[in-house]
């Protein structure tokens, strides 16, 4: 099974989207990937979620897919189903975990703590997120941990804007960002998807 570490490498920059309308799903993927994108989160969130996330799957198969927000075990055969490339939690649970590796899904768990962080180490999991970063100290945050957790590396997400995603991205044991500015709420309702291509665009270039 591919690492989520090689399925994101390169990738410093992942939106992060709550989709009400999986209509709008396929055309927001063409307009990632040709901006230079190449993963998005889909947060469950919505009812919209799971169409959503098969859309993509099937009409835009080279943006990579990812399911977000998750947080129950009976989830993840619902992710997997609807094609699902990759998940994300803002935390984990020991039945969350054990239903990811049985389901061989690329994960990425969230730890907001240094125990949380050994426990998901001794799991094998090198890519953690934090959420919500910008409440849980941020940048600081982040510079100091990575002293004693040197193996840890992180998908800081919440509080990330255009102004500090370069600084977060600076950080040594930063692998990538989740960005949820680059597809405003208003503009994919109103299919606004110039402007979502003009954010989607100076994201790819940080």
């Known amino acids: 099974m591919t690492s989520i570490e090689e399925m994101l490498q390169g990738m410093h920059v992942v ?39 098969a859309a993509i799957s099937r009409e835009v198969p080279d943006l990579l897919v990812g399911a977000g927000s998750l947080r ?24 969350l975990l054990e239903a990811i590796e049985t389901a061989q899904l690329p994960f990425i768990p969230g730890a907001i703590t240094p125990s949380e962080s050994l426990a998901l180490l001794d799991r094998g999991y090198v890519l953690q997120k934090l959420f919500p970063a910008g409440v849980a100290g941020g940048i600081p945050y982040l510079r100091a941990i990575g002293g004693p957790l040197p193996e840890v590396r992180f998908m800081p997400t919440g509080g990330i804007t255009p102004t500090n995603a370069s600084d977060y991205l600076a950080l040594p044991n930063v692998a990538c960002i989740g960005g949820s500015w680059i597809v405003p709420n208003a503009a994919l309702a109103s299919e606004d998807f110039a402007t979502i291509a003009e954010l989607a665009r100076a994201a790819a270039a940080l």
């Open 15 to 53: 939106p992060v989207v709550v989709i009400d309308s999986a209509d709008t799903a396929a055309p927001l993927a063409r307009t990632l990937l040709e901006a230079g994108l190449g993963a998005i989160e889909i947060t469950l969130r919505t009812p919209a979620a799971l169409d959503a996330i």
């Open 72 to 95: 129950t075990a009976a989830q993840i055969d619902a992710v997997v189903d609807a094609g699902a490339k990759f998940g994300v939690s803002p935390g984990h649970s020991d039945a």
